[in-house]
């Protein structure tokens, strides 16, 4: 038993100094449990006579571990405890003994007989006996000891159960049951409290007569959860002015005004049991209501990141020295009964979803919340009502592929992490004044808004900036407009990262790991030139790589219907008016859509995960073509995604669209950016066919030397091979430096050759062996890699 209390949260409610005694403390040491071959026990006291009534202790077998007799006389009752003891001499026997500590509850063997019945705790057993025949879908407890005695009992059994204190009327029942609330509550359980009426007997418990008129099963239903009960430092106190300090030892020493008035809600934690912090509420000079998740790492040194969250919150805190001394103090001192479940980022935990200032869907028990900076400085907020969003903004968009793909993406971003989707982004590409900015202003309004700025953030900023800003959006959209303002050196890193979802691996202060930062999210982007063409600005660098391309992929932000992104105006006069428009609403109604989708998928996640695998093997089905590559594949399952968080919005009735918008605007977005891409082969071939064809169109009459005709020669040091003419041009042989460190330069030369010899692009000298051996006149036998006469002239490969 007592290893399995060094585990177990309960283990440290036992008072200091108590422990297991010894013969030597005591004489008599209880046996438990009973063994089998104990004398049958007798229950006379030499005092007390016979006693009115015994209750057997018993374990989760159902093995006795001992007796309480109750005696009634003319003094009034008396509870004693019966336990089999060894003595000294190893001689065992019946003793009026207590338990060792921490005793066992009364109620042990129906607990173990029904692990999922809530339980209810009462005061004395033969309240628990009349308990559990006036509730027999509970099951009714209680402790050895009496009202003074909560504290030596093993509360660990109850772990994970749902709990109901039923206290006695008087003082000592209800702080009885107050104790043992702040006890269970430290352990993280789910804990009511049943609020006696005060007209009740004083004394009256569940065993004595219900009084005429009094609804049981009511009381049970109004039992709610305890408040926490705060319990300040020493020196501290709380008044209508605010948080005052006085010195416990010099009373003529002034008090110091340490911060304007504000309450304690709660001490929280992390699920891990790290992260601890402070919950607190306080009003600002307005009267606006603020709450704040504090971490106590924030107060680490003099505190300043602390009190710069509170100031920001409207709190006042004193100016001078011993005021932020004091403050610092107060929140590492202070406890509180109540606890919360706090974490560091926004998204889905354990099925419900935390925003910073809402947590939707969370199961009942303790709340959840965000905890840290990121509290107080959100774009999270809401606005309007849900009917506006959809008469003013959504249902504008049917018609229209570009605005019906960035709202379906809005909630599709939500999807990622229950569907084990692939992070990634989408990048409107395309000329000034089409409306780029306007589509990620709209997307973002499904999340939030508000000034400066609204929800949508600027690409603006470094990699470690980005880093933040991505963990701040975690399992939601990140809108980042203007991919020009990206410093092309980093353009490249951040496409990894934020598709990766992984930020940089740092060092602490003693060289230590620290843990990096995760996030899973779907980015919006926007710009005028795409990414493959920022990662060219950096000299360094002379193009972007197949998997950046990958993850965040380049679509036209132009329909091609001659009214910029828009196919269907809806009756406005012109896309510029309609693109006005849909900014002023998005301005006005934002926040309430991802709120009302996430209230619906949240009821049954598993349900949702089935909808999306059945959603996007349709979508891949019907519009991946043949022979597509993986590449290509890849992008359509964030387009099947895109479609699949759509119509689960359309299902959930948050979009007012008919079924089926939101997968034909992805499909045709998709087909969009096969299009534009040039086809759906890898982009590694692509890019080697365009280079190769590129760097012949440029060089193959100057730096080619065309040794079969009678030509001026070219000098040697600017040979990169060798022309020979033919009938539909000129045949190509390349040198294999020149091959690979001119004509290749930057990709992968031999798979580059592969991929041509695939495609009758190149002639190999045999199976083995891609460069072939060519006689040139005056130069005898050399090797190169034979490019025959109309490449050059090929469109599609």
Known sequence: MSQALASDPFGALESAGAGVPTARQTGWVPIVPVPPDAHPVGFRHPEHGQPSATWAYKDEAGRVLGYVARFDGPMGKEILPRTWCLGEDGFCSWRWKSFVRPRPLYGLDRLAARPEAPVLVVEGEKSADAAQALFPDLVAVTWPGGSNAVRHADWSPLTGREIVLWPDADAPGRKAMGEIAAMLLRSGAAVRIVPLPDDLPEGWDLADDIPEGLDMKGLLDSADRPSPATELPPGYVMSSRGLIWRDPFDEDKPEVLV?????????????????????????????????????????????????RLLLDGGMYVGPNRAARERLNAFFLQVRSTGRVT????????????????????????????????????????????????????????????????????????????????????????????????????????????????????SWRATANGLEGVALGHCDALLCLDELAQLSAREAGEVAYMLANGSGKSRSSRDGSARRASRWRLLLLSSGEIGLADKVAEDGRARRSTAGQEVRIVDLPADAEAGMGLFEELHGFPSAEALARHLRTAANRSYGTPARAFLKEISRDLDSVRQAVTNLTREFLAAHVPPGADGQVLRVAQRFALVAAGGELAVA????????????????????????????????????????????LLAHGMSRFVPAWEEEPKIPPRDVTGYRRKAEEGWDYFVTPSAWAEEVCRGLNPQAVAAAMIERGLLQPQDERHRAKSVTVPGIGKVRVYHIPAGFLGGADD
């Not at 509420?281 to 924030?298: C, E, F, Q």
């Not at 099925?351 to 990121?374: H, M, Y």
């Not at 982004?425 to 089409?434: A, N, T």
Request: aromatic content about 6%; hydrophobic content about 40%; glycine content about 14%.
């Open 259 to 307: 911060a304007s008035a504000f309450e304690v809600l709660a001490e929280t934690r992390d699920s891990d049991g790290g992260s601890w912090g402070v919950l607190l509420s306080w009003d600002d000079h307005d009267g606006r209501a603020h709450r704040l998740a504090l971490p106590r790492a924030t107060l680490a040194g003099d505190g300043a990141e602390a009190r």
């Open 652 to 695: 959930a009735g948050v979009l007012p669209w008919p079924p089926g918008e939101a997968t034909n605007a992805a499909a045709r977005c998709f087909r969009d950016w096969i299009l534009a891409r040039g086809g759906v082969e890898p982009a590694e071939v692509r890019t080697g066919l365009a280079q190769v064809r590129s760097f």
């Open 342 to 457: 706090a974490t560091s980022r926004i998204g889905w935990h354990d099925g419900a979803f935390v925003l910073p200032e809402d947590c939707i869907g969370a199961t009942p028990g303790e709340e959840l919340l965000l905890q840290g900076s990121g509290a107080v400085e959100h774009a999270f907020r809401q606005r309007g009502s849900l009917e506006n969003w959809q008469h003013e903004i959504a249902r504008l968009a049917v018609g229209n592929s570009r605005l019906a793909l960035v709202l379906s993406m809005s909630f599709a971003a939500v999807l990622v992490g229950p569907c084990g989707a692939e992070s990634g982004g989408i990048h409107l590409r395309g000329p000034s004044s089409i409306g780029k900015s306007t589509l990620l202003t709209v997307a973002g309004s499904v999340w939030g808004g508000g000034e400066p700025g609204g929800y949508v953030r």
